[in-house]
Protein backbone atom coordinates (compact mmCIF):
# COMPACT_ATOMS: atom_id res chain seq x y z
CA UNK A 1 0.00 0.00 0.00
CA UNK A 2 3.03 2.34 0.34
CA UNK A 3 6.00 3.51 -1.49
CA UNK A 4 8.96 1.04 0.21
CA UNK A 5 12.11 2.85 -0.98
CA UNK A 6 13.95 2.76 1.92
CA UNK A 7 13.38 -0.98 3.23
CA UNK A 8 12.56 -2.35 6.06
CA UNK A 9 13.65 0.67 8.36
CA UNK A 10 13.44 -1.45 11.67
CA UNK A 11 9.72 -2.05 11.57
CA UNK A 12 9.27 2.37 11.50
CA UNK A 13 5.65 2.97 9.69
CA UNK A 14 6.85 5.48 6.25
CA UNK A 15 6.10 6.06 3.00
CA UNK A 16 3.99 7.89 0.77
CA UNK A 17 0.80 5.91 -1.00
CA UNK A 18 1.08 3.91 -3.97
CA UNK A 19 -0.77 5.97 -6.56
CA UNK A 20 -3.88 4.27 -6.81
CA UNK A 21 -4.13 2.02 -3.38
CA UNK A 22 -5.94 4.34 -1.67
CA UNK A 23 -8.92 4.56 -4.10
CA UNK A 24 -8.50 1.00 -4.66
CA UNK A 25 -8.86 0.70 -0.97
CA UNK A 26 -12.12 2.89 -0.48
CA UNK A 27 -13.67 1.24 -3.26
CA UNK A 28 -13.04 -2.28 -2.11
CA UNK A 29 -14.16 -1.27 1.36
CA UNK A 30 -17.32 0.31 -0.30
CA UNK A 31 -18.35 -3.53 -1.50
CA UNK A 32 -16.23 -5.49 1.28
CA UNK A 33 -14.72 -5.51 4.72
CA UNK A 34 -11.03 -5.10 4.15
CA UNK A 35 -8.39 -6.48 6.29
CA UNK A 36 -4.70 -5.16 6.28
CA UNK A 37 -2.34 -7.73 7.60
CA UNK A 38 1.12 -6.61 7.87
CA UNK A 39 4.46 -8.61 9.06
CA UNK A 40 5.66 -5.61 10.89
CA UNK A 41 5.58 -6.10 14.63
CA UNK A 42 2.71 -5.34 16.76
CA UNK A 43 3.93 -2.58 18.31
CA UNK A 44 3.79 -0.64 15.15
CA UNK A 45 0.02 -2.10 14.38
CA UNK A 46 -1.46 1.31 15.64
CA UNK A 47 1.00 3.13 13.61
CA UNK A 48 0.09 1.80 10.73
CA UNK A 49 -4.00 1.33 11.14
CA UNK A 50 -3.66 5.72 11.97
CA UNK A 51 -1.63 5.65 8.41
CA UNK A 52 -4.42 4.10 6.85
CA UNK A 53 -7.27 6.22 8.37
CA UNK A 54 -5.20 9.47 7.80
CA UNK A 55 -4.95 9.09 3.97
CA UNK A 56 -8.25 7.10 3.32
CA UNK A 57 -10.55 8.84 5.90
CA UNK A 58 -11.82 5.35 6.61
CA UNK A 59 -12.45 4.00 10.15
CA UNK A 60 -9.68 1.48 11.21
CA UNK A 61 -9.81 -1.13 13.98
CA UNK A 62 -6.44 -3.30 15.59
CA UNK A 63 -7.53 -6.51 15.61
CA UNK A 64 -4.51 -8.34 17.53
CA UNK A 65 -6.64 -11.83 18.25
CA UNK A 66 -6.16 -13.86 15.20
CA UNK A 67 -8.50 -16.26 16.32
CA UNK A 68 -10.94 -13.95 15.45
CA UNK A 69 -10.04 -13.91 12.10
CA UNK A 70 -11.56 -15.81 9.01
CA UNK A 71 -9.54 -15.09 6.43
CA UNK A 72 -6.27 -13.27 5.95
CA UNK A 73 -5.22 -11.49 2.78
CA UNK A 74 -1.51 -11.44 1.95
CA UNK A 75 -0.01 -8.75 -0.77
CA UNK A 76 1.37 -11.94 -2.21
CA UNK A 77 -2.13 -13.10 -2.51
CA UNK A 78 -2.51 -11.24 -6.18
CA UNK A 79 0.38 -10.32 -7.64
CA UNK A 80 1.22 -6.90 -7.41
CA UNK A 81 3.86 -4.82 -9.39
CA UNK A 82 2.99 -1.67 -8.00
CA UNK A 83 0.19 -0.53 -10.77
CA UNK A 84 -3.13 -0.59 -8.95
CA UNK A 85 -4.63 -0.02 -12.45
CA UNK A 86 -4.04 -3.31 -13.33
CA UNK A 87 -4.26 -4.88 -10.06
CA UNK A 88 -8.06 -3.70 -9.46
CA UNK A 89 -9.30 -5.53 -11.79
CA UNK A 90 -7.73 -9.18 -10.81
CA UNK A 91 -8.80 -8.35 -6.99
CA UNK A 92 -12.54 -7.09 -7.57
CA UNK A 93 -12.77 -10.20 -10.02
CA UNK A 94 -11.12 -12.53 -6.79
CA UNK A 95 -13.65 -11.34 -4.48
CA UNK A 96 -16.86 -11.47 -6.64
CA UNK A 97 -17.03 -8.47 -8.17
CA UNK A 98 -17.70 -7.27 -11.93
CA UNK A 99 -14.43 -5.54 -12.66
CA UNK A 100 -16.56 -3.42 -15.49
CA UNK A 101 -19.11 -2.49 -13.23
CA UNK A 102 -16.72 -1.21 -10.19
CA UNK A 103 -15.31 2.04 -10.42
CA UNK A 104 -13.36 4.16 -8.13
CA UNK A 105 -14.93 7.20 -6.88
CA UNK A 106 -12.04 9.64 -7.48
Same mark, same amino acid.
Request: glycine share 10%; hydrophobic share 40%; aromatic share 8%.
Given at each position: ?6 ? =? ?11 ? $????? +? #?? /?? @?? /? ?5 ? +?? &? %?? @?? $???? &??? %? @?? *? ?7 ? #??? /?? =? ?6 ? @??? *?? =?? /? ?9 ? #?????? %????
Amino acid at each position: MRVDDRG =WMGGEVYGEPIPG $AIDAL +R #LL /AR @HR /AVFIYTA +RG &R %RT @HQ $AVAD &RVA %R @HS *GLATRVNTD #LDT /AY =WLGCDKAV @HFD *GD =WT /ATLPVVTRAIG #LDPATV %RPSI
